[in-house]
Nanobody, 115 residues
Framework: QVYLRQSGGGLVQTGGSLRLSCATS????????MAWYRQAPGKQREWVSS???????NYTDSVKARFTISRDNTRSTVFLQMTNLKTEDTGIYSC?????????WGQGTQVTVSS
């Protein structure tokens, strides 16, 4: 069984910071690209960031220089450090991994940025 268990998130004011974690089990974590997605109220889910097995990172333009994705292969965990948060960052954040032909998702965590 593949499990992705998220923690972190919550309510923060604009300019604040939050850190999301996603602990995985059931996969050989170190060989997989891990990603974060988010879904804002009334909008479709969008890709936010990803990190490859070799540590190469990518970000959607709106979060570049503010968000940092990282991974700890010893703990099979991926992180998303979010700084200088804006109200438009509000949404449900989910981690994702693609394995054996399908995506697996974390349970989602709410991030709310208030002005």
């Amino acid at each position: 069984q593949v499990y992705l268990r998220q923690s972190g998130g919550g309510l923060v004011q604009t300019g604040g910071s939050l850190r999301l974690s996603c602990a995985t089990s059931g996969i050989n974590f170190r060989i997989h690209t891990m990603a974060w997605y988010r879904q804002a109220p009334g909008k479709q889910r969008e890709w936010v960031s990803s990190i490859t097995s070799s540590g190469t990172t990518n970000y959607t333009d709106s979060v570049k220089a503010r968000f940092t994705i990282s991974r700890d292969n010893t703990r099979s965990t991926v992180f998303l450090q979010m700084t200088n948060l804006k109200t438009e960052d509000t949404g449900i954040y989910s981690c994702q991994v693609f394995w054996r032909g399908r995506s697996y998702w974390g349970q989602g965590t709410q991030v709310t940025v208030s002005s």
